[in-house]
């Protein structure tokens, strides 16, 4: 059975730093990318962070660069997302999801491709 679960979020204030975790199962991990996303009230699903497990490559969005990092343990079938100086408008329901990365992929890829889809955690920064 595969299986993506986000956890790690929480509310912090302005300024703060919150770590989001992404633990899977059931499918190989090292041949897939992870793909943070984030849906704000009133907003559409926008891809945050992605990793290709293959080679390492990342992404970021602009509005996160800089403050936000990508990291995995492949061993652990884990990525982490850490987010430093989190801001009122980083607030959102996160997902992460992941995409069989074949040789031609791009992190972050538009949100269809993905295969598998975790439940979301829930990210609020006050200011």
């Known amino acids: 059975e595969v299986q993506l679960q986000a956890s790690g979020g929480g509310l912090v204030q302005a300024g703060g730093s919150l770590r989001l975790s992404c633990a899977a199962s059931?499918?190989?991990?090292?041949?897939?990318?992870i793909g943070w996303f984030r849906r704000a009230p009133g907003k559409e699903r926008e891809a945050v962070s992605c990793?290709?497990?293959?080679?390492?490559?990342?992404y970021y969005t602009d509005s996160v660069k800089g403050r936000f990092t990508i990291s995995s343990d492949n061993a652990k079938n884990t990525m982490w997302l850490q987010m430093n100086s989190l801001k009122p408008e980083d607030a959102a329901v996160y997902y992460c999801?992941?995409?069989?990365?074949?040789?031609?992929?791009?992190?972050?890829?538009?949100?269809?491709?993905?295969?598998?889809w975790g439940q979301g955690t829930l990210v609020t920064v006050s200011s």
């Open positions: 059931g499918f190989p991990f090292d041949d897939y990318a």
């Open positions: 990793m290709d497990n293959n080679d390492g490559s990342t």
């Open positions: 999801a992941a995409v069989k990365a074949y040789s031609d992929f791009v992190c972050p890829g538009p949100l269809y491709v993905y295969d598998y």
